[in-house]
């Protein structure tokens, strides 16, 4: 069951769209090693884009 590959696909109707693009998100479902190694690499992007927000946050102070 492991080495079964389980993708999720969902088309947004056209009135979920941003302006009228066409947008479709892929999911794939990923268990064992392959999960894990996924989620450290989630959590580094996510760690980045915190890091990047709170640096430009204080370096573009509000007006």
């Given amino acids: 069951m492991d080495d079964i590959t389980r ?3 969902y088309n947004l109707n056209e ?3 941003p302006a009228g693009l066409k ?3 892929k999911i794939r479902v990923e268990t064992g090693r392959k999960a ?3 989620d450290a ?3 580094e992007a996510i ?3 915190l890091q990047w927000a709170r640096h430009y ?3 573009h ?3």
């Fill in 61 to 63: 102070p509000p007006k």
């Fill in 7 to 9: 993708i999720i696909s």
């Fill in 41 to 43: 690499q989630q959590a």
């Fill in 15 to 17: 009135a979920e769209r």
């Fill in 36 to 38: 894990a190694a996924r």
């Fill in 23 to 25: 947008v479709r998100f």
């Fill in 57 to 59: 946050k204080t370096s």
């Fill in 47 to 49: 760690r980045e884009l």
